[in-house]
Every structure is written in C-alpha cells, then in structure tokens.
C-alpha cells in the first residue's frame, strides 16, 4: 500500500514508518521538521516532504495515489497550547482538516488520526472509557476534541473511512529527553542513563497506562492494512496501570545498578492516575501482540 504519514519525522511518525516497511508498504511523509527530525529517518527507505499541512500545495502533491494517511502531525506541548492557543489550534485543529479536505480532493478514503488521552481532562473517572464525557483543560486538549470529531464528521457526511485514536503515554526510541516537557519514561531514562538522579515529582505513587510506540505502530499499522474505521474514539492503551516507582524499579533492573532518586514537590493540577478502558481497542485489533512494558523499557533504555 502507499501511505502518507504526516509528522512522520517525528517520535511516533518514525516508528510507524519503520513497522509500514517491513510490512512492505510504500511510504511518504509530509513533516515541516519543527520538532520533527530527518536523522530519525535515516536508513528509511521513505520519501520525505518538508513541508505543512497548512500548506495546500505541499498536501496536494503528497496524497494523490495514497491508499491511506496516518495523521500524526501536531503541536504536542501543552505548555506551548497554553502560550500561544492560536498556534496550537492552527495546527492540530486547523491542521487536521486540511488534512481531512485534502484526502477528499485527492480521492483518499481512508484517513487515521491521533488524538489524545489529554480529553478527558477533568473528568476523573476511571478507567477512562470512550463514551465518557470529554472535559478539555486546555487548548491543547479542546484542539485534539477538534480532531476526533472531525474525522467522524468526515465519516458522517463524506462516507470516508476513519479512525480517531486516544493515545495514552507513548514512550519508546527516538523519545527527546532533551527539552522542558520532556515525557516522563525519556526523562527518566536519560536521567539514569548517563549517571544522574531521576527527577521525581511528588511521591511516585501516581500511575500511567503506559504503551510503548512498538505496540502503537502495529495497531496504527493494522488499522491501515485493514481499512479499519470507527465512529467513535478508541483509547490507544492497554488498560494497565503502572506507578512511578515501579517504574524505576524496571528502569533499575534494566540498568542492573540502583539509581537515585531527586524528589520534588508534586507538579500543581498533575492528575493522580490514568488508565484506559481499552475493550474498544481489543475487540477492534484482536490480533496485535502487544509489546510488554518491560520489553519496551529494555529497548529503551538501550537506545538511549
Ligand atoms: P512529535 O513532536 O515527535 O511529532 C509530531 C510531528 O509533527 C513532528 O515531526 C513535527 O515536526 C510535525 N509537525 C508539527 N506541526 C506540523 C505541521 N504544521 N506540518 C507538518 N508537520 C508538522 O510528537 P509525537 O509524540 O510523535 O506525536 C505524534 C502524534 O501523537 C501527535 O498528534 C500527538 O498529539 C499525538 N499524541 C502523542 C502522545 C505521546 O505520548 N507521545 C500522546 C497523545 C497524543
């Protein structure tokens, strides 16, 4: 098959790549490399397009002849969604129905898009199940609400096939440690990696549905080879819950040597825990193998 992925160059956007070739599909990727980067895919046989999904032009020439699009592209810093709201709304709501339109004029029916966990927001149910009401806390959540839901509008009123996935905490290779939001398993690896104290925010008993990007790839993947659509979200995570100390306590094992610990005061509107309702998910992909979290903490503390 050929596939588009936009935001290919970046964490997840790589990954996919990786598995859509040894898969033996084709694959383009339509990245403005803002916090993208070629080096992830180097040694790819894939077809990079610098370039926005704000940008008509660069769209058109991408998916004609696209069997399928994996739409990955976004802003992912909360924080920044914070700063400058209109930024983050141009890009993954805006963005995303460029997306959309330009898979309709290229005649692409089947369309894949990332959304978040970060929807539910305020809504302290668990686990998080999909019919549950969304509550956005911030632009970056209310633009990834936009992104869901225009993909199934898509599904309503054009008969294109799509799918809207939530995805938990990804973690795995190719992960930047190196910046202000750094996700918590990079950090934390890196932290140990290279000698230093793992910063600890609060008292490591929060927990995280963690999923690592292998396990993400095979599904988006599947979803891709089999046309799959929804009309409705699907949590992308496995329904565990892991804390942050048994995290390290993995991380340690990994390394084979304990690592220290820099506590720090617990981060002000940090949610306690999450965890997906992840039936959805199961009853749509039954067959993917999901890449069990020690694996993937293996493979990610050899990486770094
Ligand atoms: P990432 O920043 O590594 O990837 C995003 C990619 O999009 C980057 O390569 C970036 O250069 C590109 N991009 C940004 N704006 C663009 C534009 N206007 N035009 C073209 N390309 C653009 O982040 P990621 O973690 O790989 O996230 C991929 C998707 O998954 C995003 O939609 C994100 O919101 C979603 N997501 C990720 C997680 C996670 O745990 N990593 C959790 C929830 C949702």
Redesign the pocket.
């Known amino acids: 098959m050929r596939v588009v992925v936009?935001?290919?160059?970046?964490?997840?956007?790589a990954n996919l790549c990786k598995q859509l070739l040894a898969d033996g599909d084709e694959v383009v990727v339509?990245?403005?490399?803002?916090?993208?980067?070629r080096r992830?895919l180097e040694g790819l046989h894939v077809e990079l397009h610098e370039?926005?999904?704000?940008d008509r032009n660069a769209l058109d020439q991408v998916l004609p002849g696209a069997d399928s699009v994996v739409?990955?592209?976004?802003?992912?810093s909360v924080p920044w969604s914070v700063e400058d709201p209109f930024d983050n709304h141009a890009?993954?709501a805006t963005?995303t129905l460029e997306v959309l339109m330009a898979a309709r004029r290229a005649g692409v029916d089947h369309v894949v898009v990332?959304?978040?966990?970060?929807v539910y927001g305020a809504n302290p149910e668990l686990p998080k199940h999909e019919r549950m009401a969304v509550a956005p806390m911030t632009p970056?959540a209310v633009s990834?609400v936009a992104?869901e839901e225009y993909a199934i509008a898509f599904a309503h009123c054009y008969a294109m096939r799509t799918i809207a996935f939530?995805?938990?905490?990804?973690?795995g290779p190719?992960?930047?440690a190196d910046h202000a939001y750094a996700?918590v398993i990079p950090a934390f690896v890196d932290a140990a990696v290279a000698g230093r104290a793992l910063p600890l925010e609060g008292d490591g008993s929060q927990t995280r549905d963690f999923i690592y990007v292998g396990t993400v790839a095979r599904v988006l993947a599947e979803a891709v080879h089999r046309g799959v659509s929804h009309l409705e979200p699907v949590n992308l995570a496995l329904g565990g819950r892991t804390s942050l100390k048994e995290l390290i306590a993995e991380i340690e094992r990994g390394l084979g040597r304990p690592v220290e610990i820099d506590r720090r005061p617990a981060r002000v509107g940090d949610v306690p825990h999450s965890q997906a309702d992840a039936t959805s998910l199961k009853t749509l992909f039954p067959d993917v193998e999901p890449v069990p979290i020690e694996q993937g903490l293996r493979e990610t503390v050899q990486w770094f």
């Open positions: 936009t935001g290919g160059a970046g964490f997840i956007g339509l990245d403005d490399l803002s916090t993208g980067d992830n370039g926005s999904i704000l739409h990955l592209a976004a802003l992912v890009r993954n963005g990332a959304s978040s966990a970060a970056y990834k992104t939530r995805f938990f905490n990804v973690f190719l992960q930047p996700a």
